[in-house]
């Protein structure tokens, strides 16, 4: 059973334009939700996180958008650019899970100059 | 600059043979976890481990995987006997987890282990 599913599985883009990924999870017990990013041949590293007692976080050009009564929870890139080309996977997990993290299948970004 | 090391990168093999993959967590971390990334079913937990001790390891093919922590500074991934079905990169990330609250949830993934089993 996939705990965390994410969509689109590919996302073209315009330079400057505004990528938006979205994740949604089905455990309530999740109180910790990363988004992690991928370059091809590198491993994921954390990009930004959020936790359920706030709506929002920005982090420079990266906001999370989080909706605790909907379990869902999504990434905006504002201004995108060719350098952000990248896989993005969102996640779940925290205290309920033992602080193992659950992730979503990704999604490829590519940003067009 | 504190990283995850894994050996090998790469590693091209016959099925049947037997496969080990290393990791180093960075030093001062507690907590290990493998992964399996595929393009069908992206990346997979297979197990990991909070002071050594193995915490989960339910996503491992328990047949032909075995996962262990020899000391603070090491752990290993085997698969014996290998088929081409594990063919996949394999991920090893660590983690800080201390007195049941983590300092931070951040997981440090290393570079991969990318597996072909022929």
């Known amino acids: 059973q996939q705990q965390v599913k994410q969509s689109p599985q590919s996302l073209i883009v315009q330079k400057g334009g505004i990528s938006i990924i979205n994740c949604a999870y089905e455990?309530?017990?999740?109180?910790?939700f990363p988004w992690y990013q991928q370059f091809p041949g590198k491993g994921p590293a954390l990009l930004i996180a959020?936790?359920?007692?706030?709506s929002e976080k920005k982090e420079g050009r990266f906001t999370i958008s989080f909706n605790k009564s909907a379990k869902q929870f999504s990434l905006h890139i504002m201004d995108s650019q060719p350098g952000d080309s990248a896989t993005y996977f969102c996640?779940?997990?925290?205290?309920?899970?033992?602080?193992?993290?659950?992730f979503g299948k990704g999604t490829l970004l590519t940003v067009n100059p | 600059d504190a990283r995850v090391t894994q050996t090998p990168r790469h590693k091209v093999t016959e099925m049947g043979q037997e496969v080990t993959m290393r990791c180093q967590p960075i030093?001062?971390?507690?907590?290990v976890f493998w992964y399996r990334q595929t393009m069908m079913q992206g990346l997979e937990l297979l197990a990991y481990?909070?002071?050594?001790?193995?915490?989960?390891d339910s996503g491992m093919p328990k047949d032909r995987f075995s996962a262990e922590m020899p000391d603070a500074t090491l752990a290993t991934l085997k698969i014996q006997p290998s088929e081409p079905r594990d063919s996949a990169v394999y991920f090893c990330?660590?983690?800080?987890?201390?007195?049941?609250?983590?300092?931070?949830?951040?997981?440090?993934f290393g570079p991969g282990t990318r597996l072909t089993v022929l």
């Open positions: 990330a660590s983690g800080l987890v201390v007195d049941g609250t983590p300092s931070t949830e951040t997981q440090y």
């Open positions: 959020i936790r359920p007692d706030v």
């Open positions: 481990f909070r002071n050594r001790a193995p915490l989960d």
């Open positions: 455990n309530t017990a999740f109180d910790y």
């Open positions: 996640a779940a997990g925290g205290r309920g899970s033992n602080y193992k993290l659950t």
């Open positions: 030093l001062g971390h507690n907590t």
